[in-house]
């Protein structure tokens, strides 16, 4: 991967986006983007939607959203410890003794997770620990209510410590690449699509809130109005203890972008994406879905009167834990997917299932 793609892509998973307070991140993207794009704006609801080509009349969004997994302060007790809300599908098992950043009036607060110690714990609890996050407390060594409320205020929102490791064979483990690898994604396929001739216009939009309900991508598509809607995001790998038993389609992380088939996706898109991926020979992996996505491409199939779905799933290790991992040659060789099969979509290509 190039460089500044690769510092583009740290910086997103650097910088805190917890759902609903996605703009700093935004940010970040607005500033990258702005030489590549022919329109870029904000709506009223966070999305970020960059635009090349928009004078053409068939158009095609890509949906990476932008909203990772967080927490909210909820009350600051007498002796100045934290107490959170979760803000999307938070796993309360592998919060103790992890550090996590509240972004504070004055600037970033670290607190760690406390956890009563094990030489207090009576022998039933510890081969099964209640993880109840009610009952979970940060510590920000404040020495009392007051003098945390120096720092931290009820509503701060907060994040785990956004750092990336780099792993052996170009692997990356991050908080957040849920969906911040989708979302560069979206963002690459635009890059590269900067310097071709389109005949289609390419909205590429770093959606919020999809994390507690598609809800950013569900107003972007009614606002765009595309004829083709592709969401890229991640999806859980096969390739390790926790779901290699798995029944389901093999998903590896280094073996190219997964292809969903299913109710969700229009049959014609998949077939599109596929065609693309073997004529440009880039590495993908067919995946199946018998239920709906759980993620943008859902909320934009059955936009307005309907829209051609499709998504690019991202095999990612860890999900929703602090220590995702995903693949960089995924990530390049799904920007070029889209890339190219973008160039071979006109007004006049026929996407009524048939
Ligand atoms: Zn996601």
Request: proline content about 5%; some cysteine.
């Amino acid at each position: 991967m190039n460089k500044e793609s690769k510092d583009f892509f740290y910086k997103l998973l650097k910088t805190p986006s917890p759902t609903g307070y996605e703009a700093p991140v935004q940010k970040v993207v607005k500033k990258r983007m702005e030489k590549y794009a022919d329109t870029i704006e904000t709506d009223l609801h966070g999305n970020l939607i960059v635009g090349i080509n928009t004078k053409a009349e068939r158009r095609v969004m890509l949906a990476g959203h932008c909203d990772q997994i967080g927490f909210m302060v909820k009350h600051i007790d007498k002796n100045g410890y934290v107490y959170m809300d979760r803000l999307g599908g938070i796993d309360n098992a592998v919060l103790w003794g992890t550090t996590i950043v509240i972004n504070g009036k004055k600037g970033p607060v670290r607190g760690v997770f406390g956890k009563k110690a094990i030489h207090l714990t009576p022998a039933d609890e510890r081969s099964r620990p209640k993880a109840d996050l009610n009952a979970m407390w940060v510590d920000i060594g404040a020495k009392d209510k007051k003098d945390a409320e120096k720092l931290i205020t009820v509503g701060d929102s907060a994040t785990f410590d956004l750092t990336v490791q780099e792993l052996s064979n170009d692997l990356v483990c991050s908080p957040g690449i849920d969906d911040k690898a989708g979302l560069f994604v979206v963002m690459e396929a635009l890059r590269l699509c900067a310097r071709k001739k389109l005949s289609v216009a390419l909205y590429s939009v770093s959606t919020v809130q999809e994390e507690v309900g598609l809800r950013g991508a569900k107003t972007a598509a009614y606002g765009i109005d595309p004829d083709i809607g592709i969401a890229v995001d991640v999806t859980h790998a096969t390739d390790d203890p926790a779901n290699s038993g798995q029944k389901t389609s093999p998903c590896e992380l280094g073996k190219g972008p997964g292809i969903y088939q299913g109710p969700n996706i229009n049959p014609i898109m998949y077939k599109m994406l596929v065609d693309a991926a073997k004529k440009h020979r880039t590495p993908y992996q067919p995946l199946t879905s018998g239920r709906l996505m759980g993620n943008d491409a859902n909320a934009m199939q059955v936009n307005r009167a309907g829209v051609a779905a499709a998504s690019i799933a991202l095999p990612n290790r860890n999900m929703h834990t602090q220590a995702e991992i995903i693949s960089l040659k995924d990530l390049e060789n799904s920007a070029k997917l889209l890339a190219n099969f973008i160039q071979t979509v006109t007004p006049r290509t026929n996407l009524r299932p048939r």
